[in-house]
């Protein structure tokens, strides 16, 4: 028999946190007042923190703090400072996505339990070793792994494995989303997403040319595959909604605890239900099944929207309780003892010796009644037992006083005993050179002209497109389980090729580089934001690290090692694991890279082909410091990295044109200012 998963529910609000209570969960999480991805949600700090803490853990909830945005050089401070004040609140653990943000926690507080945020991108088994070594205990996988998949990563992960089983989808894998950031200057790596996935686009694909929501997906559920989650021996299973209403989490926590305590899947009557308290035109499970394609598209309508009002309010009430064995001994000549137990703790308090009676003795009833008058706590009497002694007289406001401390010490059973370790921080350094070379991608060998030969240090191409004589290749985003025989395969032949560097932009993929023997260079799709990160990436092998686009001037500026920059190239915005193309028009025009998507201000967004039907969308505008190179070299920021994706070969000479001749390209550009 496998071990029922952990129900880990939202807590966007304190009458979120107690919907969720209400609901049945065995774990909540929530935000910080700082560096968490739903920074518009009624987040927890100070005093809040403490009390969310205490609520949860006397009913026998665990707490995890959303600790999950990328962070600059200077944010690191506060960062430190944030969980150790979440430590002392009694936290049960940090769920982080920024690697170095997770280093310096774990350099610093030791003993603090850590959580691989789903921003980090694991994907695959190898993602869970690694990240143990890092000091992780547990990892949330991708949304959008497979059935089979999951249950080979949690078969052959030394770390727990966090599994979302309901509630909203990105359309892009989690921290692979950049799309937000870089058109709208809001990034939804740093808490502050405005959702362009919601948003209508047009496409020259489509027949009348009405703007469509290629991007908009339903609403994630697997209620119906709870057998399948629990013989897979996930250890969590998470509810997404921290921007979502207290009916919600409660409605939707209630139908999970039932279907994973009866150990079934969902009724087409549970499901509907859930569909009411919120949903996007249904729910897809298309990830999880393999069933990829346009029925996952949904967007919310006015019905769904009336749905979710009509639902009953929630008020507050907590019925939830928790049952507990009471012992009680009042015995002659020794304090009065009372202890509880749920089972797996506890606790005993003591209180004054009794005295003789002089005129009433103290009864079984008054002491049984007074005893276990739980009234409005998180505690419900299952059993008593009362070891009395006759003749004894103890007043009624020593028994409730007795209760009452039983209570409190019960609830209290969870917080830290003693301070937990603290050692000194220290700013990380970095011993290697900065990086000095000119290195460029290109999406097809057609692209690499002999000016490209001459201007550039080293050339990349994808790796189902490397050729013979060029010595970089560059690893897809998003390689499962189920990808990486053939990936290997074809890194072997790249490799024979002359292949030497590999570009890798995701953690679980460096075992893989290693094994064939490839020199590791870490993309831009590691988020690598400060010097933390660097310093992490250096120390797992990595030579060279591209830093985030996100990142401005100055803040690139403010990390030392082995880094780089991209001074050029359509940015890719989105990884999406389902083919744009087939859904618009043909998977052809993807190959072609003449499939884009134009949003309401005409903007196109060039659509290309990954790994086997995988899209990736790019930036409309390319970003380019042709002009600007002596900002870049003030700012110390020598090692320059180019991406071509759509251009044809005479754009790629005018781009090394203009970089030759530090002169601006004649077409709007976006800038790393």
């Known amino acids: 028999m496998r071990k029922k998963p952990e129900l880990l529910c939202p807590a966007g609000s304190p009458e979120a946190l107690d919907a969720a209570i209400e609901g049945g969960a065995d774990a909540v999480y929530f935000g910080g007042e700082q560096f968490n991805a739903r920074m518009h949600a009624k987040n927890f700090g100070g005093d809040a923190l403490h009390s969310a803490v205490l609520r949860a853990h006397a009913y026998g909830v665990k707490t995890y703090l959303t600790l999950n945005t990328l962070l600059f050089d200077r944010e690191l401070p506060a960062f430190l400072h944030a969980a150790e004040e979440a430590a ?3 936290i049960d653990a940090l769920i982080v996505a920024d690697l170095g943000g997770a280093s310096a926690i774990h350099r610093t507080y030791p003993e603090i339990e850590l959580h691989a945020s789903t921003q980090m991108s694991a994907h695959c088994s190898e993602a869970g070793t690694l990240l143990r070594d890092l000091g992780f205990s547990r990892m949330v996988i991708a949304r959008e792994t497979s059935a089979r998949d999951l249950e080979r990563i949690v078969k052959t992960s030394p770390i727990e494995i966090e599994c979302f089983i309901h509630g909203a989808l990105c359309v892009s894998h989690s921290g692979q989303c950049l799309f937000s950031s870089l058109v709208g ?24 040319g009405r703007p469509q929501y290629p991007l908009s997906l339903k609403d994630l559920s697997l209620a119906e595959h709870v057998p399948a989650l629990i013989r897979s021996g996930v250890a969590s299973l998470k509810i997404e909604g921290r921007m979502k209403s207290p009916e919600y989490v409660r409605d939707t926590a209630r139908i999970w605890r039932r279907l994973l305590d009866e150990g079934r899947g969902a009724t087409p009557q549970e499901m509907r239900e859930m569909a009411e308290s919120f949903s996007r ?43 507990l064995q009471v012992e009680a001994e009042i015995r002659r000549g020794a304090p009065m003892r009372m202890s509880l137990s749920d089972g797996q703790r506890r606790i005993a308090v003591l ?19 007074n005893l276990t008058k739980f009234g409005n706590t998180p505690y419900a009497v299952s059993a008593f037992s009362l070891s009395l002694d006759e003749g004894l007289m103890v007043p009624l406001s020593l028994l409730n006083d007795l209760r009452r401390r039983a209570i409190a010490a019960f609830a209290q059973g969870d917080t830290p005993a003693s301070p937990f370790v603290r050692r000194p921080y220290s700013k990380a350094a970095s011993t290697n050179a900065g990086c000095r070379i000119k290195s460029a991608r290109f999406a097809s060998a057609e692209q690499i002209t002999q000016e490209a030969r001459a201007y550039f240090d080293r050339l990349y191409l994808p790796l189902h497109r490397h050729v013979r004589g060029i010595e970089g290749v560059v690893l897809p985003p998003v390689l499962f389980d189920r990808d990486t025989e053939a990936a290997e395969s ?17 953690l679980g993929h460096l075992s893989l580089v290693r094994k064939v023997g490839l020199i590791p260079v870490g993309d831009f799709r590691l988020n690598a934001t400060n010097r933390e990160s660097v310093l992490s990436l250096e120390s797992l092998g990595f030579t060279e690290i591209l830093l985030s686009p996100e990142l401005t001037l100055p803040q690139a500026r403010d990390i030392s090692g082995a880094t780089s920059v991209a001074v050029y190239g359509r940015i890719p915005l989105m990884t999406l694991e389902k083919c744009v193309g087939r859904e618009l028009g043909s998977c052809a025009e993807c190959e072609g890279g003449s499939l884009s998507l134009r949003d309401r201000r005409g903007a196109e967004f060039p659509v290309l082909q990954e790994w086997e039907h995988r899209s990736v969308i790019c930036n409309s505008l390319p970003t380019s410091m042709s002009d600007k190179q002596d900002a870049l070299r003030s700012a110390g920021l020598a090692g320059w990295h180019f991406l071509f994706t759509v251009e044809g070969a005479d754009e790629v000479n005018e781009v090394i044109d203009a970089f ?8 709007p550009v976006r800038r790393m200012m």
């Open 351 to 369: 209180s004054s010796i009794p005295e003789e009676a002089q005129n009433a003795p103290l009864s079984r009833d008054t002491v049984t009644r």
């Open 281 to 323: 035109g249904g729910f897809t499970d298309g990830y999880f099944t393999g069933r990829i394609g346009r029925n996952m598209l949904g967007v919310r309508s006015d019905a769904d929207k009336r749905a979710s009002r009509e639902a009953e309010p929630f008020r507050g009430i907590v019925t939830r309780r928790i049952p």
């Open 185 to 208: 200057g809001r990034s939804g790596n740093r808490g502050e997403c405005a959702q362009p996935c919601r948003l209508p686009y047009s496409s020259a694909s489509h027949p009348d």
């Open 660 to 667: 030759q001749h530090k002169k601006a390209l004649p077409y």
């Open 490 to 506: 074809m890194l072997c032949k790249a490799k024979e090729n002359g292949a030497r560097y590999a570009l890798v932009g995701n």
């Open 88 to 90: 002392e609140a009694g």
